[in-house]
């Protein structure tokens, strides 16, 4: 290993295969403190070697032990031996424990899983604490050494013991270590959707998964600091008592606030309802009503009453405020419109806006008009020249979304788009990454917006064909300590650590600059970027790329996940097609259960071009990607174990054989906003 002091940088040079380890760049560097690292990439994961280790045992390994046969412990030198007198741990009806009638006739003293088993008992009706016996020998196992041999209760033990169960009962948080610092989550457990500075979001108050749905509600001056409100809308009535879906919020003349949501009825339809504040004089709108009228919308003949849901926000046209409803019929997708003169009684259209074949469900569609020669934003309503319209639609086969640019025939109720793009699963995309049912928004005193990950800017780029979009400027008050590198070759193989910021929640900006010759030529039958950026990771060596950032690595890169570009020569004269790519298969050493995909996206770029940007705002467990100025844009959800908070590491590298120069690179420690802080007085 070769390290380079630059400032507040670091910098490693990585031996690659087959090329041998690179001689060391003058000056000589000083030599390397222990533990030494020996990394070299194999695949598209690096290989790790450092010595082994006698880890003392923690106490999460002592409580995985806590069971009647325990298991060996290899590097100490234990065998697995039984050690235990009293009965198997969980939910039992044998053995010794604490008994109880209903669905759950007893429990030992100390479940394995302890909050996993609380949620069970809630979930069977037991509700509250029903018994709790701490009266664990912890410290009986003399295996662990002096000092540790007194058998009785341990205080800390028990306290954590109880703890854990009431959290269960209380519905199991998401760990700590993958809560995001300042990207909007709700206090605990499952949400998705979005609204406008009242931001409305659907919400599992009692666990991490979907079910249980109800509108939470959260309120921000700022699209960065938010407050947390009383739910706004729950089940509770026929025409939702089976779920309250998502919708949209539109507000009429007068200032009045209207929402527009999905009820799952008593007959199990998807239904569309109606909401009003009960007092629309105040500021926070704490109290939604239902009037009994609902619902507003049912499917009518031809319709499938279990593929029909999510209401648009309205926009307002000829005499009437129109919206869209997610459907589809015979694998084919569909926007129905229908028209209201007083928003209460709507009529459909005699055919759908839009439709696509072979899409599937189209959930959460969102319909808004765009400036062609503008980054400002428009109301839902406004039509006439300069003025194109975006059709977004959330794919349910696939759990992506797509979007297509074209023109709006108000007359008509039909909306065309334009062959610029495809109209079908490999269309135009918001974001190729971890990103679904996304909502926009228009602010008269910004310039539009779409609430998804962090709320963004979007507008259309200069030749009207996509939508460029970036992160609203409010997020750049949370910037703190910042660190600053500029003209830093990086060459075969080279890593250059940046230092001086907090690696687990940062945003980053950088700008490289390249020579495109020799760049490897594009394949005209590598149609899917996704597929491709799994082929070529970013530890399979390239020409002009694989370059970027390994953001959320740890020391010795058993966990990283890489941000990059690589740029390819395509067919077309003086084109060139660069991949990029943020791929999540080496971002954590958790192995089941863990969604770890490879996204990715294609763009060109002329030969004239010799830089291109990225951004990445790193959040513990987010990785939000910008690339080229928001033409693409990546976000990736990880759960590293060992990359978190103050062991998380950031690094730009290098794995082409063309030196990659870093023309500027900034990069900012976050702060914490507010987030979900209950308002005073409130509830």
Known sequence: ????????????????????????????????????????????????????????????????????????????????????????????????????????????????????????????GTAGLTYWSPNVNVFRDPRWGPGQETPGEDPVMAGKYVAS???????????????????????????????????????????????????????????????????????????????????????????RP??????????????QNYAIPANASDPYLREWIKPNDNPLIVSGLGIN???FRDPTTAW?????????????????????????????????????????????????????????NSTNGLDTSVLGQGVKHVLKVSLDLTRFEYYTVGSYHADEDRYVPENTSADGWSGLRYDYGNFYASKTFFDSAKTGGSCGAIPRKI????HGKQLLEWPVEELETLR???????????????????RGITAAQADVVLFSFSSLEGAEQFNSSWLNAQDLCAQKGSGVPGTVGPFGLLTLASEYLEEFTPVFFRIFKAN??????????????????????????????????????????LRSLIDHSVVESFGAGGKTCITSRVYPILAVFNNARLFAFNNGTRTIMIETLDAWSMNQPVMNHAISGVF
């Open 480 to 498: 703190g300590q910042k660190v600053h590198m500029s003209s830093v070759e990086l060459n075969n193989g080279e890593l250059v650590e940046i």
């Open 258 to 271: 209207v929402i527009l949501y999905t009820g799952w009825d008593v007959h199990k339809r998807q239904v």
């Open 305 to 307: 009453a279990s593929a």
């Open 572 to 613: 077309e004269q003086n084109k060139h097609k660069v991949l990029m790519c943020s791929d999540a298969r080496s971002s954590s050493l958790l192995e089941s259960k863990i969604y770890k995909p490879s996204f990715a996206a294609f763009l060109d770029m002329d030969s004239s071009g010799r830089n291109i940007s």
């Open 165 to 255: 169960y009431v959290r269960g009962l209380q519905g199991n948080p998401v760990k700590r270590t993958h809560r995001t610092g300042y990207h909007f989550q709700p206090p605990k457990n499952w949400m998705n959707g979005q609204g406008l500075y009242h931001l409305f979001y659907q919400y599992n108050p009692k666990g991490e998964k979907w079910g249980n749905i109800v509108w939470a509600h959260s309120v921000s001056k700022d699209l960065v600091n938010w407050q947390a409100l009383p739910p706004a809308i729950y089940p509770s009535k026929p025409f939702d008592i089976n779920g309250c879906w998502s919708g949209s919020a539109t507000v009429l003349p007068g200032n």
């Open 316 to 372: 307002f046209e000829g005499g009437h405020w129109k919206i869209l409803i997610g459907s589809s019929r015979k694998h084919r997708g569909m926007a129905y419109l229908y028209r209201s003169r007083d928003f209460i009684h709507w009529i459909k259209a005699k055919h759908p806006l839009h439709s696509a074949p072979d899409t599937g469900m189209w959930e959460c569609p969102d319909f808004f008009p765009v400036l062609k």
């Open 1 to 124: 290993m070769v390290r380079i002091k630059l400032t507040t940088t670091t910098k490693l040079s990585l031996p690659m295969p087959p090329p041998p380890l690179p001689k060391p760049r003058s000056p000589p560097p000083p030599p390397p403190p222990p533990p030494p690292l020996r990394s070299h990439f194999v695949g598209s994961r690096p290989v790790r070697m450092r010595p082994t280790e006698r880890a003392d045992p923690g106490p999460e390994e002592k409580i995985r032990l806590l069971v009647n046969n325990a298991a060996a412990v290899p590097r100490l030198g234990i065998q697995g031996y039984e050690w235990w007198s009293k009965a198997l741990h969980g939910v039992s009806n044998v053995g010794p424990g604490t008994k109880f009638g209903g669905a759950f006739p007893g429990a030992t003293s100390f479940p394995q899983v302890v909050s996993d088993e609380a949620r069970a008992m809630y979930n069977g």
């Open 459 to 462: 507008w259309l780029d200069s």
